[in-house]
Each structure stands twice: as C-alpha cells, then as structure tokens.
C-alpha cells in the first residue's frame, strides 16, 4: 500500500560495528582528503548514477553493500587518477575494491 | 646390424625417440586448442606466397638470428654458431652417411659415423673433403659455445647489462648442451688418434694423446657423448630449449595470419614455448630501468605462466609500453599474453551501461567525425586545437564527445575486463555506425589503437590527427607558416610501437619547425610513465618513468616538445617547466600566424 511517505533507515553509522577489515585492505583510500575532483571529472558520472567519491567513502566507512554493482559503472578512463591532488592511484583502488567486494 | 651397433647409441636414440614423441603430442594438443577463426585464417592461407615467406623467415630467424644480429653482432654470433653450425652439422653428416649405403639406414650412424667407418676412404669417395669440412663447423659450434660461457661470467660483451635468472632445470639443461660440442671434438679426436679418419682439427687434438690413452678413452668418452646428447633430448621439451623447434611452427602461424585471441588459446602455447628466454627483454624494460622491478619482465612472466603459475600481480605490474615487443627477437606478441592473463572473470560485469543516458543519435552524412577521447576533456587545448584545423581546412565536422561520449572500452580491454569492454564497443559502434560518417579521426592514440584493431566499423575509415592533419597539408588544404620552432617529438607508445605510425606525426612536424632527433626515438621510444595499461605503479613510481623519458627530450635542448597523445602531454606536463604542445596545437597556431 502506498501512503506517499516511507519510514526512512536510520543514518546513523556505527563505525564500531562495521566490518572495517575489507577497508584496512584498500590502502589507498586512506590517501584521499575527500575534495571531489574525481567526481567531477569522472565520465562515467555523466551517464549513469555513479559517484566514485561517495562510493569509496563507503567503502572507507565499512558500509560495502551494493558497491560492487556500483563500481561496475567505472570505465578505468583514469581521467580522476590525474586530477587527484593526493596522487591517489584511484584506477587499483577501484580494482582493489572489485577484488574484495563479494 | 651388428657392425653399426654398439650400447652406446642407446641414451642417443632414447632421446631422440623421446623428444619427437613429446614434441608431436604437444604440438597436436595445441593445435586443436585453436579458435576456429585461427584454423580458417590458416586454410585460407596455407597455399599463398605468405608459406614460402614464412620459410624465408624460418631460415632468416632460426638459424641466421637476423634480428639478434640487429641487436647486437657478438649475440648474433653466438645464437647463429650454434643453431646453424649444429643445424650444418646436421645435415652435411646425414649426407656423408648416406654415402655409406650399408650403414646409412640407421640414424644414430650419422652421428657417430668416425666411431663406425674407420677408413672412409675405402667406402665413399670425398670423405677426406668431408672430414675437413665436419671439423670446420664443430670449431664454428664450439666458438659459440666458448662465446656462451664468456657471457655467462661477462655480460656485456654481447652488449646485455642484465641477463636471465635461470632455474635449476634450465641450467641443467644449458650445461648438457655446452658438453655436448667438447664431448664430440674429444671423441672423434680420440678415434682419429687410433684409425686416422680426422679431419684438420681432431687428427691434430688426436695426435696429444698416447695410443694407449687413446685406447682407454674412446669408447668412454663416445658414451659420454652419447649420455649428454640423450640427456639434452630428453629436457629439451620441458625447458627453454623447446623454443628450438616451437619458433617454426610459430613462424609459419604468424606469416600465414593467426593472431592472438580474447583468450589465451592454443597459439599461446605456441607463443610461450617459443620464448628462448634469452632476456633481451629486460634492458630496455622502463621499470627495470627506472623502478628496478627485475621480476616481471616478459621471459620471466612467460615463464610462469608456461610452467601453469601465472600470478595476477605480475601480469599486472606492466606499463604495456611495447618496449619489449619492439626488441622481442622472437617477435613474440607479448602485450597480448600479457592482457589474456589479467584474467577479471569473477568480477567482469555486463550491461551495466542499459539504463544510461544515451548520447543523442546524430546525422553526420557527409562530415568527419572527431572524437576526442576522455583524455581530451582534460587537455581541451587539443580539441579547440582541432577546431581551428577543421574550420581551416573548410571541413564539416561532428565533435562526437564534445559534451561527453563513453570511453572507447580499451583501457577496461587491457585490464582483463572484457565483457564491461565489448559492452562500451558495442554503444559506440553503433552510435558511429548510425551517424553515417565516412571517416573517424581521434586524437588519442588509446582511442585510436581501439577502433582500428578492436572495433570493426563497417564503412568507416579511422585516422589519427596527425594522419588526417598530414594529409590536409599534403593536399595543401591548409596553408602553414613555417616557424623556427626547435621540436622535440616524444612518439606515444600506443600510436608508435601499438599502432606503427611515426612518419606522419614527423611530417606534421617539420612543416611547423625544426625537427630534433633524440637518442631514443621511433621503435626505442620512452614510455611517459602513464600508460594506461598500468594500475599498480604510484604516482612516485610513475614520475620516475617519466623523467627518463624527459630528460631524453630536453637533452636536445628543444624549445618545445611536441606529442600526439593527451595522456602524454599530460603526464609530461607534470613537472611543470616545459613547454608541452600536442600537434595539433603546433598546427593550429601555425595557420593562425599564416592568417
């Protein structure tokens, strides 16, 4: 039935009781300083809803649920590798990631 | 019989026995391992001039060693002595012994023919010329076998900073080889001592030894010969030395038109036994060079993967440059080798990309098509660049991804991603194919690489700027102003060693400026450090790259450096101090100077 209006999940993030073991694998998203230039330069981001940076902060945080259909969108262009500031090798994170999620 | 037989030809004709039995059950299993395109291309091609091509090739580069020569005399030499010599000797004592009606029928009789006709005179005529001139190429075989031990202590004598790291079953197999050629010149020397049938060399190494010395020796010593020739036989299948018959077939495959498929197939087999594992590949390797990453080059990833454990993270750790496939003497497709195992099976999607927002379809009869590639976004001065050179030409053009189109599928190909890659193919093969254009030009040599050798767009004829922009100048559609630009090219390794095209971008070049030479250019050109078809260097590691390949630049001492790849101009345009232009940019500054 639909009443217009779901009840939303709870945002909350526990951290604590996040798996955080497949995060601690992917060495590189510890570089990040979060400004977005991946995002912005990405080109898969222009034609489905893709967001490497939310993705991979996710990622970070332990929440990896429907990552890996996710990161499915990205086509390794490496457009985001060279705008990074971090010098992030954003192109193995993402196939680290890949390897990990289920 | 009896008088052409003695115990010792046993390990000989085991051996012999053995390794063509190997050889004929692996070549067959290999051969039903081949695609079925693999085997059409090959009945197709079988009866044409490419055959007697492929034998010209055979001869030219399994016993000459033509392009080791190239690389270096000394290696040539040693290659070519032992492979032709022993090849020489071969032959020309299968024809001395069939001279030898009686004996004759019997293989082992023609190798050990001094042991068995102790007055050759008396049986067949010429046998003193032929005693000669057996002599005369056992000396050719052995100076290569001396050759080999001095590079074995003394590398770069033959022009090599590293050679290979063998394994033990390799070396074994070497160290029976290197006594075979000792074993024979001893033996026959010993049999020359006591009947005089030698030739020049073993009747005077024969006459240092006492008849009674020589007595005791000779059947040893003939059996020693024997022993290692049977033992070299017998690890000839499994070690490296299988690349002494694997490269004919392989030749034959090559010249008659099959090449590497999506997957490794039975031509891979060939291609990974016909690695002699020589190590030419390891000098002029970046990361060897730069990054001292001395485990991942071609002889030893082929290696692995040959012996059933190829390891991802060494099929990975690659900057698929091509330096290697440039200097291979085999001219084995390494790269190819080298994608098939970045095997993504588990993790390669599909059809990902349906519910996107499809670029809109366009009608572009009668208009090239431009497509920038992704890397261009980042390095739009090429795309306004190329702007100018259409309007200047007065040509219709569709900028394809001027607002965005999906990438090529290339970079996600080399990274083992195959299904997500044939999915991005197919978008935009159709959206090419719809718009009607006759002719394609991109400015990225990834893009560039993709359309013409994974793509196949029908009716539609693809070219690089600096092939569409060689053209225009040829045809005189645009005029330029010749500057005084002192030019530096750096060649992309996709667009030179990927795609062959070196001339064109150099003809654009020196219609514009003065073009330079720099010490490694063309086919031993540097990569810039960020080759797509790496993902595991750092940014650190991949800077260290890219200073070789800078400082071969500005060694010239250029006032700019012209390349025709965005990801070039933007990797060297990393360290901030130089002047990086691609060449279109050259050109569209040039016509608007000449306005």
């Given at each position: 039935m639909d009443f217009g209006f779901t009840i939303s999940?709870?945002?909350?993030?526990?951290l604590s009781a996040a798996n955080m073991e497949k995060a601690a694998r992917?060495?590189?998203?510890?570089?990040?300083?979060?400004?977005g230039g991946c995002t912005a330069t990405c080109t898969a981001g222009q034609f489905i809803d893709f967001n490497i940076h939310r993705t991979h902060l996710l990622f970070r945080r332990g929440q990896y649920e429907g990552l890996d259909k996710a990161l499915?969108?990205?086509?390794?262009?490496g457009k985001c590798t060279l705008v990074c500031p971090r010098g992030v090798n954003l192109r193995r994170m993402i196939i680290n990631m890949r390897t990990l999620l289920p | 019989m009896t008088e052409y037989?003695?115990?010792?030809?046993v390990p000989f004709l085991l051996g012999v026995i053995f390794l063509f039995a190997v050889c004929a059950y692996k070549y067959i299993r290999w051969y039903r391992k081949f695609t079925p395109v693999q085997r059409a291309v090959l009945r197709e091609n079988i009866f044409t001039v490419k055959s007697l091509r492929a034998l010209g090739e055979t001869v030219n580069?399994?016993?000459?060693?033509h392009r080791v020569f190239k690389k270096n005399a000394v290696l040539g030499y040693m290659h070519s002595s032992i492979a032709l010599g022993w090849f020489l000797l071969i032959v020309v004592g299968a024809v001395e012994a069939s001279l030898?009606?009686?004996?004759?029928?019997?293989?082992w009789v023609a190798i050990f023919l001094r042991y068995f006709v102790h007055e050759p005179e008396l049986v067949y005529p010429h046998a003193h010329v032929f005693a000669q001139i057996m002599d005369t190429l056992l000396l050719y075989v052995l100076s290569g076998i001396t050759l080999a031990l001095v590079k074995s202590v003394w590398?770069?004598?033959?022009?090599?900073k590293k050679v290979t790291n063998h394994t033990i079953f390799d070396l074994l197999a070497k160290y029976a080889l290197w006594f075979i050629f000792p074993l024979r010149l001893l033996a026959e020397s010993l049999t020359a001592r006591l009947y005089?049938?030698?030739g020049w060399l073993t009747q005077a190494i024969g006459s240092l030894f006492s008849p009674q010395t020589a007595t005791d020796m000779e059947y040893p010593i003939w059996f020693l010969y024997s022993l290692c020739l049977g033992a070299f036989f017998v690890g000839m299948p499994f070690s490296?030395?299988?690349h002494i018959f694997t490269e004919v077939p392989l030749i034959f495959f090559r010249r008659l038109g099959v090449t590497e498929a999506e997957k490794a197939t039975g031509y891979t087999k060939y291609e990974l036994s016909a690695c002699?594992?020589?190590?030419?590949?390891?000098?002029?390797?970046p990361l060897n060079k730069?990054?001292?990453?001395?485990?991942?080059?071609p002889v030893y990833f082929l290696r692995d993967v040959r012996y059933g454990q190829p390891r991802l993270a060494t099929a990975e750790?690659?900057?698929?440059?091509?330096r290697c496939q440039a200097e291979c003497p085999v001219g084995l497709d390494l790269l190819s080798i080298r994608r098939q195992m970045r095997d993504r099976s588990a993790i390669d999607g599909s059809?990902?990309?349906?519910g996107m927002k499809q670029v809109q379809p366009f009608n572009a009869i009668g208009r090239v098509g431009y497509f920038g590639g992704c890397m261009s976004h980042l390095t739009p001065s090429i795309s306004e660049a190329m702007k100018t050179i259409f309007e200047a030409a007065g040509q219709k053009y569709w900028?394809?991804?001027?607002?965005a189109t999906i990438c090529c599928g290339r970079p996600l190909y080399q990274q083992g991603f195959v299904r997500q890659a044939a999915d991005l193919r197919e978008r935009n093969t159709r959206l090419i194919e719809e718009s009607g254009i006759k002719v394609l030009v991109t400015s990225c040599p990834i893009c560039y690489q993709s359309f013409t050798k994974e793509y196949s767009l029908k009716g539609v004829t693809v070219l690089h700027h600096s092939e569409y922009i060689a053209t225009l100048i040829a045809e005189g559609r645009i005029k330029l102003n010749p500057g005084s630009l002192r030019i530096a090219y750096h060649d992309p390794c996709e667009l030179g060693r990927?795609?062959?095209?070196?001339?064109e971008p150099r003809r654009v070049l020196s219609a514009v400026g003065t073009l330079l030479s720099t010490?490694?250019?063309?086919?031993k050109s540097l990569c810039?450090?960020?080759?797509?078809?790496?993902?595991?260097?750092?940014f650190e590691e991949q800077g260290a790259v890219r200073d070789s390949a800078i400082l071969n630049l500005t060694a010239v001492k250029p006032d700019v450096i012209a390349t025709a790849c965005p990801m070039c101009k933007k990797a060297l345009s990393i360290p901030n101090n130089l002047e990086i232009k691609d060449i279109a940019e050259l050109v569209a500054n040039s016509i608007t100077e000449y306005d």
């Open positions: 999940k709870t945002r909350v993030i526990d992917v060495e590189e998203v510890r570089r990040c300083m979060d400004c499915e969108a990205c086509m390794l262009c | 037989f003695t115990p010792f030809v580069e399994c016993l000459l060693h030898e009606v009686s004996g004759g029928r019997h293989i590398h770069k004598v033959v022009g090599m005089g049938n030698g490296r030395y299988m002699s594992r020589c190590g030419i590949c390891i000098d002029d390797c730069d990054l001292h990453h001395t485990d991942i080059q750790d690659c900057l698929m440059c091509g059809g990902h990309y349906d900028f394809i991804d001027e607002q990927g795609c062959g095209i070196y001339d010490a490694s250019e063309r086919e810039c450090g960020h080759n797509l078809g790496d993902t595991t260097l750092s």
